[in-house]
């Protein structure tokens, strides 16, 4: 056999280890259907992506008991504040009925009247920005326990990336442009594989109740008959 066969052979060995090295190595990238089934930590270098309606499970958490009983008794705390200023107001506006069309008396009521609506104004304001600062708050709260539960199921589940979206098919509701902007902006996957979200499970460990009708829009959570500025 002449040399240049033998290189020949030996080059072609050498090609064939080499596609028998990346044939591995794409097998130990791209999990088979089997693997994504079942349970366990990703091995390293392992890429296995999920998803999760990240969004849309702070929702449902604002709106469970827990969130809203707080939510309530917080608005009942600062409608209370409010109440002394009412008062008042009702007070002189009575006083000022009762007196007839050319007493002097009523300029000076008119002018007190005008002052304590303009401090009742004031702290109306500040009662509305206490309640959305709670609000805010609870926001927070519910969003770090969403992103716990959701690591925790990723990581059980053998998944290394989750990318937070909205579930599909949730239409934009936003009447504004910003708002709009917003929403498309919270949904940055295009295609994806429905068995690869892990919102139900998410929701399962966070003792969500089912959904029973369609997830609200971001923020409408937050609105409560009976907020601050709204009356009792």
Request: hydrophobic share 40%; aromatic share 4%.
């Amino acid at each position: 056999m002449s040399s240049s066969i033998v290189q020949r052979a030996e080059r072609l060995a050498i090609y064939a280890g080499i596609v028998a090295a990346i044939g591995l190595g794409l097998s130990a990238h791209v999990p088979s259907t089997a693997t994504a089934q079942n349970s366990g930590a990703a091995p390293s270098g392992q890429v296995r992506i999920a998803t999760a309606d990240v969004l849309g499970l702070v929702d449902r958490m604002m709106a469970t008991d827990r969130y809203t009983s707080a939510h309530q008794t917080q608005v009942q705390t600062l409608n209370k504040t409010l109440e002394p200023l009412q008062q008042e107001l009702q007070a002189l506006s009575a006083r000022y009925q009762s007196l007839a069309p050319d007493n002097p008396e009523r300029a000076e009521i008119e002018k007190a009247f005008g002052a304590k609506q303009q401090q009742l104004q004031e702290k109306n304001q500040d009662a509305v920005r206490q309640d959305q600062i709670f609000r805010s708050t609870q926001a927070a709260e519910a969003y770090q326990a969403v992103i716990a539960a959701t690591d925790r199921t990723a990581r059980e589940l053998g998944y290394s990336h989750v990318i937070a979206t909205r579930a599909p098919g949730t239409p934009v509701r936003a009447e504004t442009l910003g708002g709009t902007l917003q929403e498309l902006l919270a949904r940055p996957l295009v295609r994806g594989d429905q068995g690869d979200d892990l919102t139900d499970r998410v929701a399962t460990a966070l003792l969500l109740p089912p959904v029973t009708k369609a997830t609200p829009a971001p923020g409408d959570a937050g609105a409560t008959p009976g907020a601050p500025g709204q009356g009792r």
